[in-house]
């Protein structure tokens, strides 16, 4: 009779600590020429690879959340040549009315299910857009990389814009399947739950690192998903590598970009939830289904003035650091400044 039968256990190699944000500080590495912020552009120029196309804009995407990515906030972010990121629940509406857009500044969403393609079809034909964002929270799906070859077998000159995942592995896959922007984030959001209930993460500033070599051997652009809070951490993700930043929690709650304001207690708030939260499960899915869990939550925000003040805010940040540092725009920062790792990133004594 044969003894027990027994296994080699393999070993998991535990890679040193990964950062976010809140740990590092960028530093200027040399004496800077611009004389004054306004010399700084906060635009850039970019061509993408696969689909050969040019675009020039701030590098800056609104989520395509349900409270952000809307319509309103398109009217007030084109003026200031900032990108939105239309939800991919708004698609009926674009089907149902004619707009006039700005192929520049909003990019069509779509999930992966059959449902999202047939009526992305549909958009894709009217509005003929230059951004495609293909989304979903597991970019690591088979099922996610069939479509993104798919549609763009389908819209060969569309850029497209895919993800999200957090490491380098499946970027040569995806750069064949002809994305020209890698969404990086899982789990980094304000109101993503994906770590707490999953396990699933990457700290934010640690994937635009580790992913920045393999996505430039590739050609592929960089979008950091998720994870700001403050102007600074925007600039850290370009000088990470990220090309584009996409902003959620930012831009939530303003009253010119709100489309409900609820009144509690003499205030007045904005709802703001995750895609994958109990509210979203509810208004798109008859709830949520036995076999999953909500990944995200749903939060009010004490509504905010002008998001033209964010806006501006945000701008001024980072041609500030571009002066800093000597970029003369926000695509130069990588190049021109290090990144340091820090214990205690400001004095709060009074924040």
């Known amino acids: 009779m044969s003894g027990p039968l027994y296994f080699k256990?393999?070993?998991?190699?535990?890679?040193?600590?990964?950062?976010?944000?809140k740990d590092v500080l960028i530093t200027p590495k040399t004496f800077?020429?611009?004389?004054?912020?306004?010399?700084v552009c906060d635009k850039v120029r970019y061509h993408f690879k696969s689909s050969?196309?040019?675009?020039?804009?701030?590098?800056?995407?609104?989520?395509?959340?349900?409270?952000?990515?809307?319509?309103?906030?398109?009217?007030?972010l084109?003026?200031?040549?900032?990108?939105?990121?239309?939800?991919?629940?708004?698609?009926?509406?674009?089907?149902?009315?004619?707009?006039?857009?700005?192929?520049?500044?909003?990019?069509?969403?779509?999930?992966?299910?059959?449902?999202?393609?047939?009526?992305?079809?549909?958009?894709m034909d009217k509005y003929k857009p230059k951004f495609l964002c293909i989304d979903v929270a597991n970019g690591y799906m088979m099922k996610f990389l069939n479509t993104v070859n798919c549609l763009k077998s389908m819209y060969p000159d569309t850029i497209i814009i895919a993800g999200n995942i957090v490491t380098p592995e499946i970027l040569p896959e995806?750069?064949?399947?002809?994305?020209?922007?890698?969404?990086?984030?899982?789990?980094?959001g304000s109101v993503c739950t994906t770590r707490i209930k999953t396990g699933i993460g990457y700290p934010q500033l640690s994937s635009i690192l580790d992913c920045y070599e393999t996505a430039q051997k590739y050609d592929i652009k960089i979008m950091?998903?998720?994870?700001?809070?403050?102007?600074?951490?925007?600039c850290k993700a370009y000088a990470a590598g990220a090309d584009f930043v996409m902003l959620g929690s930012m831009f939530a709650g303003h009253k010119d970009t709100s489309e409900q304001i609820i009144n509690s207690n003499g205030c007045e708030y904005a709802e703001f939830y995750g895609m994958s939260s109990q509210k979203a499960n509810n208004i798109y899915n008859g709830g949520l289904q036995n076999y999953k869990t909500a990944e995200g939550k749903r939060v009010m925000v004490k509504l905010k003035d002008s998001v033209d003040d964010t806006v501006e805010d945000i701008l001024g940040g980072i041609r500030s650091c571009c002066?800093?540092?000597?970029?003369?725009?926000?695509?130069?920062?990588?190049?021109?400044s290090n990144i340091i790792r820090v214990q205690h990133q400001v004095n709060d004594q009074y924040l």
């Open 224 to 234: 950091s998903d998720g994870g700001i809070q403050t102007p600074g951490d925007i």
């Open 78 to 123: 084109h003026e200031h040549e900032v990108v939105t990121c239309f939800h991919k629940n708004l698609n009926k509406k674009l089907l149902e009315n004619d707009y006039d857009l700005d192929k520049n500044l909003y990019s069509i969403s779509t999930g992966i299910n059959t449902d999202d393609i047939e009526i992305l079809k549909e958009v």
């Open 52 to 76: 050969n196309r040019t675009w020039k804009g701030v590098p800056i995407f609104a989520s395509n959340m349900d409270s952000i990515g809307t319509l309103k906030m398109y009217g007030k």
């Open 9 to 21: 256990p393999t070993c998991k190699n535990v890679s040193p600590v990964k950062l976010d944000f």
């Open 174 to 188: 995806l750069s064949i399947a002809g994305i020209d922007i890698i969404k990086l984030g899982i789990g980094s």
């Open 32 to 39: 800077s020429h611009i004389r004054t912020r306004k010399e």
């Open 323 to 336: 002066a800093y540092v000597g970029a003369w725009n926000p695509s130069e920062i990588y190049q021109k």
